[in-house]
C-alpha cells in the first residue's frame, strides 16, 4: 500500500507543508497562528525523514523524528508559557506589536 | 665596630618616628630636644666608628655592612649597604656634629611656632637621608639618601607654605632638582650597563683597571656633573638656592649651606676614579663650572641687601670653588673646604638667624647697623666667620680656599686668576655685610619702627614670641642660640688644623692629616702637583691669597666706613645678571609655548587617535543597529531569505546535487 504512492509524492506533500507553513509565519500576525505554522514546519521535515527512512530503509531518519517531536513538545511547552504570560498582560497583542527589542 | 654604622642613620630615623608619633605630646621645646639628642647620637657613634678606623691600618679602614638584599633582580643586585670608609665618616662627622648643633640653634629659633614637633620631625628625616646619602655603598642607597634630603629640602623651604613666596621657593627647588636627579639616574643606567653592578667598589675598580671605557665613563661623569649642579647649585641650575633662603633660617643653615648642598661635591669625590678614567676635557669641564659659578655668583652677591640672600649667594660661590677642586683633581682640599665652609657658613648662617631674630624678623641690611652694641655675642661670632670665609689667616677658609688656589693654578693659570678675582669679591661682599649689620650707625630705630607698625605684611611672618611690641629694641639671642654659635666659631677658627700645609715650619707630624686620613679613597683621582711651578712657590701663592683677602676687606672698609668711594652696586648684579629672569621668560614664554605644543599633541593626537576609533565605532553602530526592528515576523523572513540564497548558491553556483 504504501510502496504504491512514490516517496516523490511524500516529499511533494512535504515541501506543500513546510510552504504553507513558512508562508504563515511571515504574513500572519496573531502569535498563536505563527506558532501552529512552526508546528507545520517541524511536520513537514519529520514526514521528509520518515519517507527517506523508508525508501532507503535506514532506520536512522525514523530516530530523527522521535528527537524533533520531543524538542517540539517541550518548544510548545516554553512557548506557550510565554504566550500566555504575554496576552494575559496585553489582551489581543500581535506579533508586530511585540517589538520593545526595536534598535 | 664599625659594623655598627647602621647606628648612624638609625639615630635620626628612630628620631623622626617617635616625632612622627608623639612629637605633637613633647611639644615646644621638647621635640626639639628629643631630635637634638638624636642627632648627637648619630655623631657620638661616628666619633667611634671614626676611631675604630683611625685604629686600623690605612689600607683595611673601609667596612661594607650589608643590611639586607634590596633589589634580587636576576643579575641586577642591590643591597642596602653602607660603606664605613674615611671619605663617608669625615661627612658623617661633620654633617651630624654640625647638623646636631644646629638643631639645638633651632629649639631657640623656632620657639613659638605653630608647627614646631614638624619642623623637628622634617629635620630628622634630613639628617638621616643625608647619612644615607654618605654611607651608601651604592649609587642606588645615595640616591635615596639624594632623593630624600631633596624631599625635605622642598618641605622645609616650603615650611611657611602659607607664605606664597615660601610655596613657590619650595617647588622651584624641587624642579630644578628633578633636572639633575636626570642627570644622576641616566648615569646610574648607564654604569649599570658598562659593569653590571651599581656598587661604589665595582664601578670605580673597572675604572682604576681601565675596563671602563673612557668615553663611558665621561659620560658617567659628566651626567653626575649634571646632578651635582643641581643639588650642589652650580650653573645653569644653581637658581633654586638663592630663593630658598625662604625657609626658616636654620634649615638655610643645615641644608642650604652646610650638608646638603655638598651632597653634589661628595658624589663625584666618591666616583674621583671614573673622572680620572675619562676623557681629560671632563675634569675641565667641572673646574671651569666650578670657578664660573663661584665668580658669578661672588659678584651677585656684592649687591644683595637681604641678609641671607648674601649669604645664599656666598654659598654658591664657595660650593664652585669645592667644584674647582674637584676639576682639578683637589679632592682632598675639596673635601677640606666642605668641612670648613661647612663650620663657617653654618655660623653665619645662625648668626644671621640670630640678627633677624633679635630684630623681630628683619632681614633687609639696610634696616641694621651697629647691632655689635646690642647684640655682643652674635656680632662676635660672626666676625670670626667672616673672617674665616673671607680667608685672612690664621682662620680656617685660608687654609682650604689656599690649598684649592694651588691646584689651580697647578692645572691652569686662567682658573687661578677667577679663583683670586672671587677671592676678591668674597673678602669685599662678606666685609660690607659685616659693616652695615654689625657696624656703622644703627639704622633700627627709625627703620625699624616704621617695620613694626603700619606693614600688616608682616602679618603672616611665623606667630611673633616677643613681648616687646611697641617699643623696639633689638636683643640677644637666649643660650639654646648662642651656645651653637659659639662651638661654631671655635670650629670656624681653628678648622685650618685638620689639613695644615708643611709651611712656616709646620712639623710633618701635624701636616696634611686629612690628606692622609683621606688617601685610601682619592689617590687614584687625586692630581700629583709635585714638580710644578705652583708647587714649589707656595709662598708666593699664600703672598698672593693674603693679600687678596687684605685688599677686598681694605676696598670694602673704604668704600662702606670710610665712604671715600661711592658704593658700586650695579642692578645687573643685584637682579643676578637677570639670570633668573632670562630663565623664568624662557620657560614662561617659547618653553610653556612648547610645553603647550606637547601637550595639545597628546591631547588631540594621541588622545585623538584612541577617542577616534571609539567615535567610528559608536556611529557605525548606531547606523547599524537601526536593522534591528523588533519586528519577529521580518527576522523569520530576512532567516528564510538567507537559507533560500545560501540553498541556491550551494545548488546553483556550487552544483552539489
Known sequence: MIAAIGTSSYLLLAALLFAIGAFGLLVRRNPLIMFMCIELMLNAANLTFVALATQLGDINGQTAVFFV???AAAEVVVGLGILVSILRRRPGATADDLAELKG | MADLVWLIPAFPLAGFLLLLVFGRRLGDPNAGYLATAMVFGSFA??????????????????????????LPVGTFQVDMAFLADPLSIAMCLFVTGIGGLIH?????????????SKFFLYLNLFVFSMTLLVLGENLLVTFLGWEGVGTCSYLLIAFWHSRESAATAGKKAFVTNRVGDWGVMLAMFLAFSAVG?????????????????????????????LGAAGKSAQLPLYIWLPDAMEGPTPVSALIHAATMVTGGVFLLTRINPVIAASYDWVPT?????????????????????????????????????????????????AIFHMITHAAFKALMFLGAGSVIHGMHEEQDMRKMGALRTVMPITAGTFIVGWLAIAGVPPFSGFWSKDEILLFALADSPALYVVGIITAILTAFYMTRQVIMVFFGEAKWTSAANEAEAPEPAEGEEPIETHDAHGEFKPHESPPVMWIPLVVLAVLAAFGGVLNLPKLFGIPSG???????????VIEFGEADITGTWAYDNKYILVAIAVAAALSGLALAWLVYTKKRIKPWEPTLFANGWYYDAAVSWFMGTPGREGFQVVTDFDAKVVDGAVNGVGVAVKEAATEVRKGQTGYVRQYAGVIGIGVVLLLGWFVVIRGIL
Open chain 1, 69 to 71: 517531536m520531543v524538542v
Open chain 2, 45 to 70: 657613634s661616628t666619633v667611634l666608628i671614626f676611631f675604630d678606623l683611625l685604629s686600623k691600618p690605612a689600607e683595611d679602614r673601609d667596612t661594607v655592612v650589608t643590611l639586607f638584599s634590596w
Open chain 2, 104 to 116: 639645638l640653634f633651632a629649639v631657640g629659633y623656632m620657639h613659638g611656632d605653630a608647627k614646631f
Open chain 2, 197 to 225: 653592578s651599581l656598587s661604589y667598589s665595582v664601578i670605580n675598580e673597572s675604572a682604576e683597571t681601565g675596563e671602563l671605557a673612557a668615553s663611558t665613563a665621561s659620560a658617567i661623569a659628566m651626567l653626575l656633573l
Open chain 2, 285 to 333: 669641564t667641572i673646574a671651569w663650572v666650578g670657578v664660573i659659578t663661584a665668580l658669578f655668583a661672588a659678584t651677585i652677591a656684592l649687591a644683595q641687601n637681604d641678609i641671607k640672600k648674601v649669604l645664599a649667594y656666598s654659598t654658591v660661590s664657595q660650593i664652585g670653588y669645592m667644584m674647582l677642586a674637584v676639576g682639578t683633581g683637589g679632592y682632598v682640599a
Open chain 2, 510 to 520: 701635624v701636616s696634611y692629616e686629612l690628606e692622609h686620613w683621606l688617601e685610601p
